[in-house]
């Protein structure tokens, strides 16, 4: 894979992705304000560790950490929201989705050298 084909995968996924957490987020209208305050502090921190899978110096670290936290979040995120079946329902398998994308990106990554050549 190229460094241009690598960069195009990975913003192509953060975008895809980004534009499907913005409909999954979409359903947290019935929460109260703390509540929905929690629930995007999860969000962020889940979706910046996300990003560091793809560009961070410890990736696999990341990686490990992304999957542990969205095996759990609905425990993770279920006792701290004062209505524990406010989380979103999508939002633990879009998550789990786009690490699975990412991962597959950086494997694919891993092909042979990165060339400099420019894409044909």
Known sequence: MTPGEYRANVDGLNLFF???????????????????????IVTATLVVTLLYVSSGRHRFAYALFAA????????????????????????????LVWLGFIVLVELGALDGPATDQPDA
Do not use: C, E, K, S
């Not at 534009?19 to 947290?28: H, I, R, Y």
């Not at 079946?85 to 998550?95: E, F, S």
């Open 18 to 40: 980004g534009a499907v957490l913005g409909v999954v987020m979409a359903t947290t209208d019935r929460l109260g304000a703390r509540d929905f305050a929690v629930t995007l």
């Open 68 to 95: 542990a936290v969205l095996a759990f979040l609905p425990r993770i995120l279920g006792p701290l929201l004062a209505d524990p079946a406010g989380m979103p329902p999508h939002l633990q398998p879009t998550l």
